[in-house]
């Protein structure tokens, strides 16, 4: 952050327990902070939010642990089952290993720009239903790694899916203020619910932000926010009892939430200069996600869809049959092995596509379009030059 922040940091110290950031503050966050989120949803929906709904976390990941693990029990005799997309950000498959509940992948379309299909989650539901008690859905919206922003529709059919499923839907939202692409726009499953008629505007809801992301990018500050919507009081009672027992989100982390959540207004002294710096970070970010799309698909054998919101690049790539087996005699997987003969050759890392998940057969990795320009347009001339010479090596 840029330091212009002084009096409305002034004003939240003034309601910190102690007066002070190095004293605990309320389990669910400072209260003052916690009715900016709620303003702040407001604005961005256009409904009520009811700031006791709202809690302060230690980042999103803290926030969407505390409720996965409200599905830790067995159902009639069955374990517990989550939907998650496939590609997925990994912190789902490994918090769900951790608390012995299942993943029921859903696939997203790659050919349908990373779409998500109501039939493949008929298809997944039917499947996982089979083995466990399927409770949950995971929508990161905009897609990491995969970076789709879903349309208003789909996010209907999305809800009208939970509501005949009885799932709670966890709407990953951290990526909010990252959309580029000019068609599309982001909509909040809390608004989209709000929006419809009953009985859909019942579904239970948990929907997470982070400071990690935006414009902000503090991600090692650790703050984030959760609202819950339409839980059962009692369920939500003992969430609550289960996150006091970790005292609090960092007071650091929480004032920076403050800061995103309640930005400085339109002529108050540090909007001017708040304004450009965020349009000046947005706009490069955005300028970002075509180069970079634009040189993976000048390059042979890779297929990237737009980058339409969210950080990261996940193109397809052709890898050739002796490229394949030289991975198998090296034990490892295909695209591990581009990624390790990209880092060996030319010290770019990527992640591999197998970290997130990807349909048997093909191979994807993910890149981010977070380093500036300048070095962003280097990397791509040296990763450009790598493949074709790699390409050339297992023709
Ligand atoms: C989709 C998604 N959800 C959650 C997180 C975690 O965010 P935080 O740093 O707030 O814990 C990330 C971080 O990359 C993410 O990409």
């Known amino acids: 952050m840029s330091g212009l922040y002084v009096d409305d940091y002034k004003v939240s110290v003034k309601y910190c327990s102690g007066q002070s950031v190095g004293s605990y503050t309320m389990s669910y966050g400072i209260e003052m902070i916690r009715r900016h989120v709620a303003e702040y949803i407001e ?37 517990t089952g989550i939907m998650i997309p496939i590609p997925q950000y990994p912190l789902y498959s490994a918090t769900l290993t951790e608390f012995g509940i299942g993943d029921i992948k ?21 499947e996982g239903s089979k083995t466990h008690a399927v409770r949950a859905i995971v929508v990161i919206n905009p897609g990491n790694p995969t970076g789709q922003v879903l349309k208003r529709g789909n996010i209907e059919e999305i809800i009208k899916f939970a509501h ?10 951290v990526y909010q203020a990252n959309v580029y692409d000019k068609d599309s726009k982001f909509f909040s499953f809390k608004k989209v619910m709000t929006e419809m008629s009953s009985p859909h505007n019942c579904v239970e809801l948990a929907s997470f932000m982070s400071i990690s992301k935006g414009y902000t990018g503090e991600c090692g500050l650790r703050g984030g926010w959760m ?8 369920v939500q009672e003992n969430l609550y009892k289960a996150m006091s027992a970790m005292l609090c989100p960092p007071t650091i982390g929480q004032i920076v939430v403050d800061c995103v959540a309640k930005t400085p207004a339109c002529g108050e002294p540090s909007y001017e200069l708040w304004n450009q710096e965020k349009c000046a970070i947005l706009d490069s970010l955005k300028e970002r996600s075509v180069m970079i799309v634009k040189a993976f698909n000048s390059m042979k054998g890779f297929k990237c869809n737009m980058v339409q919101g969210a950080m990261y690049a996940f193109p397809r790539i052709e890898l050739p049959e002796k490229a394949i087996a030289a991975a198998k005699a090296e034990g490892k997987s295909p695209d591990v092995f581009y990624a390790f003969k990209l880092l060996e050759q030319s010290g770019i890392c990527i992640v591999p596509g197998s970290g997130f998940g990807q349909r048997p057969g093909t191979y994807h990795f993910r890149t981010t379009i977070l380093p500036q320009k300048p070095l962003l347009k280097e990397m791509l001339n040296i990763f450009q030059n790598f493949h074709k010479k790699f390409a050339e090596q297992y023709a």
């Open 106 to 126: 859903y696939y997203l379309d790659e050919d349908n720009g990373w779409a998500l299909n109501i039939s493949e989650l008929e298809r997944a539901y039917e």
């Open 43 to 79: 604005q961005r929906d256009g409904h009520k939010a009811n700031w006791q709904d709202i809690c302060l976390t230690a980042g999103a990941s803290t926030g969407i642990k505390h409720v996965l693990e409200l599905f830790c029990n067995e159902v009639d005799c069955k374990p």
């Open 164 to 173: 005949k499923k009885k799932l709670l839907i966890f709407a990953d939202e």
């Open 227 to 234: 609202e819950l919507c339409n839980l059962d009081p009692g």
